[in-house]
Nanobody, 111 residues
Framework: QVQLVESGGGLVQPGGSLGLSCVASEVPAFFHTMGWYRQAPGNERELVATMSAGGHTRYADSVKGRFTISRDVPKNTVYLQMNSLQPEDTAIYYC?????WGQGIQVTVSS
């Protein structure tokens, strides 16, 4: 069964940068859309960014201009480059590929 495996989270100071990666455990597997969602304590899971296989992107307003999503479609990998991170970006970040979800990875922005 295909699984999505995230990596790259951690602790960063406000204003810093982090990169997240997510790869499908089995190839070949095709996802029409891959992306990232996040959930902070007490909040619902929300969209961060998605990217279709054709390259169409969608971003949450709160991350536009700071986060960049990219994909390697043949390798079933999706990336999220996060710059100018702020404490409100602290959350568990989940990789998504169509109907599949990763287990989540913690991102903490704190001084």
């Amino acid at each position: 069964q295909v699984q999505l495996v995230e990596s790259g989270g951690g602790l960063v100071q406000p204003g810093g940068s982090l990169g997240l990666s997510c790869v499908a455990s089995e190839v070949p597997a095709f996802f029409h859309t891959m992306g990232w969602y996040r959930q902070a304590p007490g909040n619902e899971r929300e969209l961060v960014a998605t990217m279709s296989a054709g390259g169409h992107t969608r971003y949450a307003d709160s991350v536009k201009g700071r986060f960049t999503i990219s994909r390697d479609v043949p390798k079933n990998t999706v990336y999220l480059q996060m710059n100018s991170l702020q404490p409100e970006d602290t959350a568990i970040y989940y990789c998504n590929g169509d109907l599949l979800w990763g287990q989540g990875i913690q991102v903490t922005v704190s001084s």
